[in-house]
């Protein structure tokens, strides 16, 4: 989730001694990408907490999952959960500097999360051969799906899931957002942005289940705060997928979006470009009481349904004995 971006505002009102801006460090190595129990190992040695939710005998499809802003893998527990049942595996890993990996609450880098897909997919194919792979992106996550989707040597994929993809540029945000947001972090890259602050500026609802909310609230590993820095690299990143639709191969994996017409952390009018952009190579469900944690609010069992639906209309039906 990227709750973040609405306290940019408070830049201006904020007195904290400067530093230098942080990135988080790679692995230190290079290595074969590897797929461990319960890690992931990227091709710079960096180890990444991986959960897996594994389909009975093999399975149908696999799905990979990436994460939103300051959430981690835990993220797709009760979509996976379901999931399963249809013979779908689910593998998700912590993105660099989330949840229980290296240099928590650190940006790595736009380039390095799409390394890190793009190794994910590599090594699930070896995995699963045979098997449809699918990649799935939540928000911030879905950022780093779509802008890979534009590079030269794109993920090789079956199906694209965007959920609530993170697609606010700069050019959408207002100009006080940006301006407060580049000095920031050139001037207070270490600037802590609490999301408890952003009570006392505007609300943002980012989901209708509040005992979820609450229960994130409880997590040690969900974050609840977020350095300028970080911020800054969010928003590069949602530039580039911004305008990864205008740079999409030829011929794109099947692509699904999903958006809650609630969604009050990604402007609609920022979604709707996207959409637009994507034109006939997006498949667009736009939900009606969906907010931006669309798997995780109250209609998330009917959105959940329909990835289901989406992802073995594209797969060999079973064969029966």
């Known amino acids: 989730m990227i709750f973040a971006l609405r306290l940019t505002s408070l830049c201006f009102g904020l007195l904290l001694l400067g530093c ?24 710079d ?26 959430d981690y893998s835990n993220a797709f527990d009760t979509p996976a959960k379901q999931w399963v049942k249809f ?9 660099r500097g989330f949840g229980a990996g290296p240099n928590p609450g650190l940006w790595a880098g736009s380039d390095a999360m799409r390394n890190d897909l793009a190794d994910f997919v590599a090594v699930a194919h070896t995995r699963y051969p045979g098997v449809k792979l699918f990649a799935l992106g939540e928000s911030m996550g879905g950022a780093v799906l779509l802008s890979a989707l534009a590079e030269p040597d794109p993920p090789g994929l079956s199906g694209v899931i965007l959920v609530a993809p993170a697609v606010w540029s700069r050019s959408d945000m207002p100009l006080l957002y940006r301006a407060a947001l580049f000095l920031a972090a050139h001037l207070t890259p270490g600037l802590i942005l609490s999301n408890s ?28 705060q977020t350095r300028a ?47 637009a952009d994507l034109g006939p190579r997006g498949d667009v469900r736009r939900y009606d009481q969906g907010y931006h944690m669309l798997l995780r609010d109250l209609e998330g069992p009917r959105v959940i349904q329909d990835i289901v639906d989406w992802v073995l209309a594209k797969v060999p039906a079973p064969q029966r004995n």
């Open 20 to 43: 230098a801006s942080v990135t988080a460090p790679g692995g230190g190595e290079s290595v074969s990408p590897l797929l461990g129990d319960g890690y992931f190992t990227a091709r």
């Open 45 to 70: 040695g960096l180890r990444l907490p991986m959960r897996e939710w594994d389909a009975e005998g093999k399975p149908r499809a696999v799905i990979l999952a990436l994460h939103g802003m300051s």
């Open 87 to 95: 013979g779908i595996t689910i593998l998700a890993f912590d993105l």
């Open 197 to 224: 602050a952003a009570s006392h500026v505007v609300t943002v609802i980012p989901s209708d289940n509040i005992e979820m909310l609450r229960a994130l609230g409880r997590d040690p590993l969900f974050q609840k």
């Open 229 to 275: 820095d970080a911020l800054f690299g969010l928003v590069n990143l949602m530039d580039e997928a911004r305008a990864a639709p205008a740079h999409l191969t030829a011929n794109p994996p099947p692509i699904l979006l999903l958006t809650g017409l609630k969604d009050m952390v990604i402007p609609r009018d920022a979604t709707d470009g996207a959409i």
